[in-house]
């Protein structure tokens, strides 16, 4: 048992001062104006020392792993050790739930990626599946992003699914000339980025066989998602760049809606009751690097309902502080971005995502070092302390002055 005292806790409709929360096995049992709680010797005290204690941090879509898995193009690491490593960054990011955004993806020719071949792919899913019933720090889940020219995997990926080791799928589209390659010349810089080399006439050559290669039928995406949802699964398109597109996609019983492009499609997405997400990164950058809708922007016009690191999982704390103290956000309901809202859109809002009695124990507290620098420094997940981290202050060595 554990007692939390003297926090700032964050629910999900107040900041509560002067109040204590106690931990028994893995749930919240009781949150209680402070001294009420009766202690004995079995209940350890965590002191927070003035900071906030927080819902752990849910973050549906990110590729880290890829980059911890295949750090370059000829790299590919002990997969293993590569999800062992990545859990032990995650907890000093606040994050304790994380869907492993994996790409099933036909072979790309500018932007190869080794982790994203079907094989890799399984031994990651195999993985994922296994950490639950092992030794691990944080809940892992797998978020199959499936590009829909991938025609030779769609057997895989119901065999996932009726296997129930697929917890969010996602239908991408990255052909160039709409979503977020809708301006040609920001497909071909990304292009140009990944090789410089290629000459003008390679990258039309790369365009126009992006453009006309042959795509998943609506029939075939409908079945997908069929299946998706008689499994409880939640269902998300990527991209949405018209209205069009936002009706279809919910016509397969999408709930989420991935980086729409502009804040006029997100906008009508969250009028149509689908989820929004954007990426922390782009609030600390400041705007989207593909030009494309503004994070902060939209979540001032209360267009965004949640936040994710894509691919940059420190972005996550920094981006719900950095509204807050620069923009002038509550903080409150920027936490929102990062825990309720994302447990809902994955239909885990039941057992996490909010401070509550009877929910899990997956809590922060989050204390700041050089007056606005959030950072973690105690993290529960199922009610197990998982990692405290205290911060010193070296102090200056004394100065001997001959006399």
């Known amino acids: 048992m554990y007692l939390l005292t003297n926090g700032r806790i964050i629910t999900e409709k107040a900041i509560l001062d002067g109040f204590d929360l106690l931990i028994v096995d893995e749930k919240i049992e009781r949150i209680a104006p402070k001294g009420e709680i009766e202690l004995d010797a079995t209940i350890n005290i965590i002191d927070a020392e003035g900071g906030y204690v927080t819902p752990g941090i849910i973050d549906i879509h990110s590729d880290y792993i890829e980059h911890m898995a295949a750090p370059r193009p000829t790299?590919?690491?002990?997969?293993?050790?590569?999800?062992?490593?990545?859990?032990?960054e995650l907890i000093t990011h606040g994050i304790t739930t994380m869907f492993h955004s994996l790409s099933i993806l036909k072979t790309n020719e500018y932007a190869y990626k080794p982790i994203r071949e079907p094989e890799n792919v399984r031994k990651f899913v195999e993985l994922i599946e296994k950490s639950h019933y092992t030794?691990?720090?944080?809940?892992?889940?797998?978020?199959?992003?499936?590009?829909?020219?991938?025609l030779g995997e769609i057997e895989m990926l119901k065999t996932l699914i009726m296997e129930q080791k697929v917890h969010l799928v996602s239908f991408m589209d990255h052909t160039p000339g709409?979503?977020?390659y809708r301006h040609l010349e920001i497909y071909r810089d990304t292009v140009r980025g990944y090789n410089n080399n290629y000459s003008d006439d390679e990258i039309e050559k790369i365009i126009n066989h992006h453009r006309t290669k042959e795509k998943l039928t609506i029939e075939a995406i409908q079945e997908i998602a069929s299946l998706a949802k008689a499994n409880n699964i939640a269902i998300a398109s990527h991209d949405d760049d018209s209205i069009e597109k936002l009706d279809l996609v919910q016509s397969f019983g999408t709930g989420i809606s991935e980086f729409p492009i502009t804040l006029e499609i997100a906008k009508k997405a969250k009028e149509k009751g689908l989820y929004t997400i954007a990426g922390a990164p782009n609030v600390l950058l400041g705007g989207s690097h593909s030009g494309n809708l503004s994070a902060t922007e939209a979540i001032q016009k209360e267009s965004i309902?949640?936040?994710?690191?894509?691919?940059?999982?420190?972005?996550?704390?920094h981006a719900i502080f950095k509204l807050h103290n620069e923009h002038g956000m509550s903080l409150l309901e920027?936490?929102?971005?990062?825990?309720?809202?994302?447990?809902?859109?994955v239909k885990m809002d039941d057992e996490i995502g909010s401070i509550q009695e009877g929910k899990k124990a997956d809590l922060l507290i989050i204390e700041a070092i050089n007056e606005d620098f959030?950072?973690?420094?105690?993290?529960?997940?199922?009610?197990?302390?998982?990692?405290?981290?205290?911060?010193?202050i070296t102090k200056p060595a004394r100065k001997f002055v001959n006399s």
Do not use: W
Not at 374 to 392: A, S
């Open 75 to 88: 790299s590919l690491m002990n997969f293993n050790l590569s999800l062992r490593e990545t859990e032990k």
């Open 178 to 180: 709409q979503g977020q």
């Open 135 to 150: 030794p691990h720090l944080v809940r892992h889940r797998f978020h199959a992003r499936y590009e829909i020219d991938n």
């Open 374 to 392: 959030p950072v973690i420094t105690t993290v529960f997940v199922d009610g197990e302390l998982i990692q405290q981290t205290n911060y010193r």
């Open 334 to 345: 920027m936490f929102k971005l990062v825990t309720i809202n994302p447990a809902r859109a």
């Open 305 to 317: 309902d949640i936040l994710c690191s894509d691919y940059y999982p420190a972005a996550m704390l």
